[in-house]
């Protein structure tokens, strides 16, 4: 029996992996170690339950009492905080699913390569804060990290057979979010509420206002200079508002590969866990009739200009993408909050960036962990004050 874990169960990435695990048998023919979620208790202990996990794990303490509650009598663990977290990613599995939101995905996931095993990534700060010594990491425990962000899930499928040498270019696709058509000068008074309207894919809240901001796109084309090992100059993106091309692999002999599909993230979560299956999956077939035509239409520098910061971090690298990670959470909080307009979040990143980019050490790659998690810390306190500083021009 394939034993799993899935961190972040209970959320968009969650549920569509344990949909796929109950298609597939559920408790009848996968063992579950350890599920884990944050406030929603209420729902990983049904899971937890279901699956006949060995061990539920809230990400607060002060759920504790709560989940315990709802595990009484099914003999399942329970357990609470940062600390359990890495206990149940120290527990072996052969398959790992890390789709915790934001940098917090980054510890447990890391920890859980020590098992060798597979880890099916949808949590791309894991790779935007800390891609080399997470690649290291999986290369000495002979561990396999599957991309299950969709874009990279496709260039990896793209990239079967075919030698990276031989790739000229990757396209990331991008919806363009749910602000690509609002005249510019609107986009200042953009709410939460309108940013969270996303026209293909239903995702978390988190990442669908940075889809609509693309610090979505940004992060990942970092995570795929990171994963892929490609040049930065060689990542493009492209607006493809259908969201039917998922992302493209560009060869040096002109051919590009595209891989397509409908917006589920079953596909790509599917692939991972089927790897190196390609096994059925209960995803929507494209009608291409039906669709008629496919448009792209290329990205504007003063819509995005997350796009602009993420090369810059590409070309810094060292911990540019954990400074660069954390203020693009600072500055969303504090949108989703009220406290700062839509277009001021990538002002809050690029301030933050300039502020820690001082020190000399923040182009250099980090040797451990512990480097990436400072660095994390730092940077959210400098976008804290950069968020501070904006108010306080705006008062003045
Ligand atoms: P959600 O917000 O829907 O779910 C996040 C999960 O993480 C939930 O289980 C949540 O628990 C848990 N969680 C929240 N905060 C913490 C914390 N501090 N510590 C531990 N666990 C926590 O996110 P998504 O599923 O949308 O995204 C998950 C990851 O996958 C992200 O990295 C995202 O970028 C990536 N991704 C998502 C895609 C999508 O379609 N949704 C597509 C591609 C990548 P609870 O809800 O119980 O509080
Ligand atoms: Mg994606």
């Given at each position: 029996m394939r034993h799993i874990s899935v961190f972040g169960a209970t959320g968009s990435i969650g549920e569509s992996t344990f949909d796929l695990i109950r298609h597939q048998g559920g408790a009848a023919v996968f063992h579950t170690v350890a599920l884990t979620g944050g406030r929603n208790v209420g729902r990983l202990a049904r899971m937890a339950r279901e699956l006949r996990a060995e061990i539920a794990v809230t990400a607060?303490?002060?759920c504790l009492p709560a989940l315990r509650n709802e595990l009484a009598g099914s003999g399942i663990e329970a357990a609470a905080g940062a600390g359990a977290l890495l206990e149940a990613a120290d527990r072996p599995a052969d398959w790992v699913m890390s789709?915790?939101?934001?940098?917090?995905?980054?510890a447990p996931g890391f920890r859980a390569l020590r098992h060798g095993g597979t880890l099916a990534l949808a949590n791309k700060e894991s790779l935007v804060t800390a891609g080399p010594l997470l690649l290291a990491e999986a290369a000495q425990h002979g561990a396999r990290i599957l991309p299950v962000d969709s874009e990279h899930s496709a260039i990896f499928q793209a990239l079967?057979?075919?030698?990276?040498?031989?790739?000229?270019r990757i396209v990331l696709t991008a919806s363009?979010?749910?602000?690509?058509?609002?005249?510019?000068?609107r986009l200042a008074r953009a709410t939460p509420a309108d940013a969270l309207t996303h026209p293909n894919w239903s995702m978390g809240q988190r990442i669908t206002i940075d889809s609509a901001s693309m610090f979505n796109k940004a992060l990942e084309m970092i995570e795929t200079r990171e994963y892929?090992?490609?040049?930065?100059?060689?990542v493009e993106v492209i607006i493809h508002?259908?969201?039917?091309?998922?992302s493209m692999v560009g060869y040096r002999d002109g051919a590009v590969m595209a891989h397509l599909g409908a917006a589920d993230m079953r596909h790509a979560i599917g692939y991972a866990l089927n790897w190196p299956i390609r096994d059925g999956l209960p995803v929507a077939r494209l009608d291409f009739a039906a669709l008629g035509r496919l448009t792209f239409r290329a990205p504007e520098e003063a819509r995005y200009p997350a796009l602009r910061l993420a090369r810059e971090v590409m070309a810094l690298r060292g911990l540019a993408g954990a400074a660069f990670n954390a203020a693009k959470e600072i500055a969303l909080d504090h949108f989703i909050g009220g406290?700062?307009?839509?277009?001021d979040m990538a002002g809050v990143v690029e301030d933050t960036l300039a502020a820690l980019s001082?020190?000399?050490?923040?182009g250099k790659a980090p040797v451990a962990l512990d480097e990436v998690l400072d660095m994390d810390g730092a940077a959210r306190r400098a976008a804290g004050e950069a968020v501070r500083a904006l108010a306080a021009r705006r008062a003045g």
């Open positions: 607060h303490e002060d789709a915790i939101v934001g940098a917090a995905g980054l079967v057979g075919e030698d990276i040498a031989s790739v000229e363009g979010g749910a602000l690509r058509d609002w005249p510019l000068e892929f090992g490609v040049a930065p100059e060689r508002p259908e969201s039917i091309i998922h406290g700062i307009g839509f277009a001082r020190d000399d050490g923040f």
